[in-house]
C-alpha cells in the first residue's frame, strides 16, 4: 500500500511492562524482562497493562532480544502472548505497521484474541517492535528498508530469538511496510513462512507517494532527512511536524483511522509520549523521506504477491475507508496472481487496532483455512 499523504502518526496505547500478573516469563524469554535502564519507558510501559484483563495478563509475557548491528548492540522489545494449551503450539509473528510511531500496541488486541480462543490448535503470538520504534532503542543509525529486513531475518534465524526452533512453521502478520518488507525477504528466500498475512499493506513513504521519487525530490528529501537528524533544528522541526498532540489528533482523525469517534483522549496521549522517547525522530525521517520503502513502484509491489504464488499462502486485508493513494494500491492485489485470498474489512491505515475483533476473525478464518484448524 502506498503511505498517506500527510505524516502517518500510528501511536498505539503504552507498551505494557511486567506486573506481578504479567511477570511469568520462562528462562528462554529472560532476554531483558522489560527492566529497562530508562525509568521513562518503564513508567509508560506499566500504564498500558491497565487496559489488559485477566485473561490476557495471564497468558502475557514480555521481553527485549539483543540485536547487534555494526557492532552497537541494540535491545528490541516484544511480545508474547501464550495460548491456552500446553506445548507444542504453533507460532504467528505479528510485526506492527511502519510509521512515525509504529509499536507493538496495535496488535495487542488481536494477538490476544487469537492465542486465546478455542479450537484445535494452539496459537502462540508473538509481537514485536522495530529499531527505532515503539519500545525498542532507537539509536541514532541510519534506517533504511535493507537494514530492516537484515534485522528481520537475524530475529527469526537467531539461536537465542524467542522464536528460534521454528524455521517455516512461522505465520507472519504484518502491517503497512512491515507486510511488504516481509514478502521482500520471503521473495529472496531468506525467510520461509508458512503463511503471510498482509494487512492494510503499504510500500512508499508519505513524501514519495505524492511528490514522486525524481533526482530533484531525492534530493530535497535528503535535506529534509539531514536536517530532522540534527541536535537541535531537528527537535525543532520534529516536535512541529510529528511530536504535538494536535498533529497527531488529526493525522488519525483524517486517515488513520477511519472513524474519528474511535480516537480517544487516551490514544492521542500514549501515541505523543513514544514521540519523547530519546531518539524518536531517527526512524521516523527515514519512513517519511523513503528509505524505508521496500520497493519503488506498484509494479515491483504487484510482482512480489506473484513470485510467492503457489509457494506460500498469502491473505491481504485490504480497508474501506484507506486513503484514496492506499487504497489504490491495496485494490490493485484484488486478484494479483500469489494473493490466496483478499477480504475487506473497516478501517483505514490501522484495522487491526481500531477494529481489532473484525481483523482477528478475518485472520483466524484464513488460518483454519490453510491449516484445516477445528473451532
Known amino acids: 500500500m502506498a503511505s498517506s499523504a500527510t505524516l502517518f502518526l500510528s501511536l498505539p496505547s503504552p507498551s505494557p511492562i511486567l506486573s ?13 524482562l522489560l527492566l529497562f535502564k530508562s525509568t521513562n519507558r518503564t513508567l509508560a510501559i506499566r500504564s498500558a497493562l491497565t487496559s489488559l484483563d485477566s485473561k490476557q495478563l495471564s497468558s502475557l509475557a514480555t521481553g527485549t532480544w539483543q540485536w547487534k548491528y555494526q557492532d552497537n548492540p541494540i535491545n528490541v522489545y516484544f511480545e508474547e502472548h501464550k495460548g491456552k494449551k500446553p ?7 505479528m510485526l506492527p505497521t511502519i510509521s512515525d510511531v509504529s509499536t ?5 488486541a488481536v494477538a490476544s484474541d487469537i492465542a486465546n480462543r478455542d479450537g484445535g490448535d494452539n496459537w502462540h503470538t508473538t509481537i514485536l517492535d522495530w529499531p527505532g520504534f515503539g519500545y525498542s532503542d532507537r ?11 537484515n534485522f528481520l531475518v537475524e530475529f527469526l534465524k537467531a539461536s537465542d530469538s524467542p522464536l528460534n526452533g521454528y524455521d517455516n512453521e512461522i505465520v507472519i502478520v504484518a502491517g503497512g511496510h512491515a507486510a511488504t518488507i516481509a514478502l521482500h525477504v520471503a521473495n529472496k528466500g531468506l525467510v520461509k513462512a508458512s503463511a503471510i498475512a498482509a494487512v492494510a ?3 512508499a513513504g508519505p513524501l514519495p507517494i505524492v511528490f514522486g521519487r525524481d533526482t530533484n525530490m531525492e534530493s530535497r528529501y535528503g535535506l ?9 533544528v531537528g527537535w525543532m522541526m520534529y516536535n512541529m511536524l510529528v511530536s504535538n498532540e494536535k ?7 483524517s486517515h488513520v483511522y477511519a472513524d474519528p469517534e474511535n480516537v480517544t483522549p487516551s490514544i492521542i496521549s500514549s501515541r505523543y509520549a513514544l514521540t519523547k522517547r530519546k531518539g524518536a525522530r531517527y526512524a521516523p525521517a527515514a519512513f517519511l523521506t523513503g528509505l524505508l520503502d521496500p520497493v519503488k513502484s506498484r509494479e515491483e509491489f504487484l510482482e512480489l504477491f506473484k513470485k510467492l504464488d503457489g509457494k506460500i499462502p498469502i491473505l491481504v486485508v485490504s480497508t474501506k475507508s484507506a486513503p484514496k493513494r492506499s487504497k489504490g494500491e491495496m485494490s490493485a492485489l484484488n486478484g494479483v496472481e500469489g494473493v490466496t485470498k483478499f477480504v475487506e474489512v473497516p478501517g483505514a491505515l490501522l484495522p487491526q487496532e481500531e477494529y481489532p475483533a473484525i481483523v482477528a476473525d478475518e485472520l483466524y478464518k484464513f488460518l483454519q483455512e490453510q491449516f484445516a484448524l477445528v473451532g
Open 104 to 108: 507493538v500496541e496495535e496488535w495487542r
Open 87 to 93: 506445548e507444542p503450539s504453533k507460532r504467528i509473528l
Open 201 to 203: 499493506p503499504t510500500w
Open 20 to 32: 506481578e500478573k504479567a511477570s511469568n516469563l520462562s528462562a528462554p524469554f529472560n532476554r531483558g
Open 139 to 149: 539509536p541514532s543509525i541510519n534506517y533504511t528498508s535493507e537494514v530492516m529486513e
Open 247 to 253: 498533529s497527531i489528533q488529526s493525522q488519525y482523525e
Open 224 to 232: 529534509l532527512r539531514g536536517t530532522l537528524r540534527t541536535p537541535a
